[in-house]
């Protein structure tokens, strides 16, 4: 059983009229309110989500929020804030249902104050109480947004008596073709089918020095049913006997299409990377920093790249940097400032500037076939990209700062996923105690080396 103290009510300003966009009816709409649901005592992870139910005036008539944000209340109290934010014409009435993590429902109705005391109003009132009685459950994740294209590449292995050709038979099924392409140049071509395509920056295991090499490219995909496209695939991967292997030698790339953004929405996507670089580094296994092997030859660090073009010594503050990033003018310049040697970077924007695809991809993550993993980060790079692209542009962390906050930042302002958030947050402590997708002993699973690596890992 838990419980939470809560208050229902709402902010407001004032727009000016001449600033003012009118209703569907012609009516100016000068009142910016945020009806909100502000946990003043209690885990705020008490709740699983709000419903604001405005009335049928309003299109969707029903907002909901899943995601808390830590807010400081006129009142200067500290808060966990569930919210939506509206721009209307006039007083109006707000249904507000709480459903807890177990399924509990709590509802309450409030009058929305025109008034700009209206948050202090309401939060001099008694806070209300909701109990959740019933087990908790956990978190789910939010829907992949409508719309949201993107694609993936898995770098894998098979035994030399495995050819590729034979890996296609057995993924192929009536909803699925899979293409074996041996030339580079027409393996590099968007298509419509998934694709094996050779990669020979890929090193066999210690376990297996002799292997086929190669990457499976997916088409591109949108929303969740290419979340269950790529989750039909890769149970039918993990069941090909004898398994296909992964190392430390091999990543998976994200392809996000992002052929719809403004220059001013791709900014902020750099922003927001570079910003919280740090804190995906922390949840990624150490083969996959800044810092080691691997990023310096294929996945180099993106603030790295654009401090060491506008900061003396290569080092910079993050107000430079982001100020470096605000300054871009275009497509080219951002690129060319991400990305100051090519495409291997964590966020490689080159085809950006090639013209090959219109997608940014993420570099960084470690080979797997797991499909919680690769699931999970899919949705985070979708929200990286589609949040900050509609969100206003950040600011800078302070130099201070500590992980801690750079996380919690990251999941509750970005990412805005508390299923994501609890995997990454468990991801953090796994790669921290050693048990990531690096080797369980040895420091090189590659051929030059005589470690092995524990399979259950991926």
């Known amino acids: 059983m838990s419980r939470i103290e809560f208050i229902v ?17 012609g009516i100016k709409k000068t009142h910016d309110v945020q009806i909100f649901v502000d946990v003043v005592e209690g885990d705020a992870d008490t709740v699983e989500r709000v419903s604001f139910d405005l009335g049928p005036t309003f299109d969707p008539q029903v907002f909901v929020c899943t995601t808390p ?3 400081k209340t006129s009142h200067g109290a500290l808060v966990s804030r569930f919210a939506t934010r509206q721009v209307v014409y006039g007083a109006f009435q707000a249904n507000v249902k709480i459903r807890g993590v177990g399924g509990s429902i709590f509802e309450a109705s409030r009058q929305i104050s025109l008034d700009r005391n209206s948050e202090f109003n309401a939060h001099c ?23 949201a294209r993107f ?8 035994a030399m008596h495995l050819q590729p050709e034979h890996v296609a038979d057995f993924l192929e099924d009536s909803r699925t073709d899979i293409d074996v392409i041996w030339n580079y140049r027409e393996g590099r071509s968007t298509s419509n089918n998934w694709k094996i395509v050779p990669d020979s920056s890929i090193m066999c295991s210690a376990t297996q020095p002799d292997c086929n090499k190669f990457e499976l490219v997916s088409p591109p995909l949108v929303s969740g049913n290419g979340l269950g496209n790529v989750a039909n695939l890769l149970k039918r991967l993990s069941n090909i006997n004898p398994r296909l292997k992964v190392n430390k030698s091999m990543g998976f790339h994200v392809h996000i299409d992002v052929s719809a953004y403004t220059t001013s929405q791709l900014i902020k996507v750099c922003q927001q990377f570079v910003k919280y670089e740090e804190v995906i580094d922390s949840f990624m ?47 080219p310049s951002l690129v060319n400032l991400m990305n100051r040697s090519g495409r291997y970077y964590k966020l490689n924007m080159q085809n950006l500037v090639t013209g090959r695809q219109p997608t940014i991809e993420f ?14 980060w899919i949705r985070f ?26 996380f919690n930042g990251l999941f509750q302002f970005v990412i805005k996923d508390r299923a994501l958030r609890a995997f990454y947050m468990k991801r953090q402590d796994q790669v921290a105690n050693g048990e990531g997708d690096d080797c369980v002993c040895c420091s090189e699973c590659h051929h030059s080396g005589g470690g092995r690596c524990d399979s259950k890992l991926y």
């Open 9 to 25: 009510g709402n902010t407001h300003h004032y727009i000016s009229s001449n600033r003012a966009p009118r209703s569907r009816n």
């Open 151 to 158: 694609g993936l590449e898995l770098e894998l292995t098979s």
């Open 69 to 71: 944000v830590r807010t």
């Open 125 to 147: 009132e008694d806070p209300m109480v909701f109990t959740e009685h019933k087990p908790s459950r956990p978190f789910k994740p939010n829907k992949v947004p409508e719309g």
């Open 285 to 331: 296994p150490p083969s996959r920093r800044s810092g080691s092997t691997e990023s310096d030859s294929y996945f180099q660090s993106n603030r790295e790249s654009v401090e060491d073009q506008v900061c003396y010594y290569g080092h910079g503050t993050n107000r430079q940097v982001h100020d470096a990033l605000e300054n871009c003018h275009d497509v």
């Open 363 to 376: 570099r960084q993550h470690s080979a797997t076939m797991n499909y919680e993993k690769v699931s999970a």
């Open 381 to 406: 790079c979708i929200c990286l990209c589609v949040n900050s692209a509609k969100l206003q542009v950040p600011t800078p962390f302070k130099e201070d700062s500590t992980i801690e906050k750079k």
